[in-house]
């Protein structure tokens, strides 16, 4: 069974930083891109990132350019988001998620809530 | 890209056919994928490839389009559809979702 599982979100002061994890199971996440996508409280899906399997490519919204940083472990089966500089608009739950066939993002974690206030 | 999908909201009862849009604001050919959120959730891939049925989801969800415009359908709607929907564009990064159509049962 595939299954997503991050960790590491909070509550964090404007400015401040947190590293996000996704522990995968299930399946070989070497074989797989992998994204993560956040969804402001009442508010609609919005795509973040993405990373290719070997980790070599990446991609960023451009609302968190510059300040956002995918990266991966395959042999620790877990994939990363370091995010710096956050504003109170980058609270949100972070879902770390698969893609699948053809792209599509096919599997989906239970997200993490990250709360930026003072 | 720009995703516009509609209605942002509707409301229809058990055994209705349901219809949602999403166009695309240039050709996104078919890299187009519908999912399903309820509350408290995480989102669950229905459609990918603009038509192609997810593994496990009932038959009573379709999706059909290339291009720009697309379209999911449920054929009967039951109550436990009750959800909201998306349309994601796999086209070209950044990828993009559309702002989600709210079904709610009469």
């Known amino acids: 069974e595939v299954q997503l599982v991050e960790s590491g979100g909070g509550l964090v002061q404007p400015g401040g930083s947190l590293r996000l994890s996704c522990a995968a199971s299930?399946?070989?996440?070497?074989?797989?891109?992998m994204h993560w996508v956040r969804q402001a409280p009442g508010k609609g899906l919005v795509w973040v990132s993405y990373i290719t399997n070997d980790g070599s490519i990446s991609n960023y919204a451009d609302s968190v350019k510059g300040r956002f940083t995918i990266s991966r472990d395959n042999a620790k089966n877990t994939l990363y988001l370091q995010v710096n500089s956050l504003r109170a608009e980058d609270t949100a739950v972070y879902y770390c998620?698969?893609?699948?066939?053809?792209?599509?993002?096919?599997?989906w974690g239970q997200g993490a809530l990250v709360t930026v206030s003072s | 890209i720009q995703l516009t999908q509609s209605p942002s909201s509707l409301s229809a009862s058990v055994g209705d056919r349901v219809t949602i849009t999403c166009r695309a604001s240039q050709d996104i050919n078919t890299y187009l994928a519908w999912y399903q959120q309820k509350p408290g959730k995480a989102p669950k891939l229905l459609i990918y490839a603009a038509s192609t049925l997810q593994s496990g989801v009932p038959s009573r969800f379709s999706g059909s389009g290339s291009g720009t415009d697309f379209t999911l359908t449920i054929s009967s709607l039951q109550p436990e559809d009750s959800a909201t929907y998306y349309c994601l564009q796999l086209s070209s990064f950044p990828f993009t979702f559309a702002g989600g159509t709210k079904v709610e049962i009469k």
């Open positions: 998620a698969r893609g699948g066939i053809l792209r599509a993002i096919d599997y």
């Open positions: 299930g399946f070989t996440l070497s074989s797989y891109w």
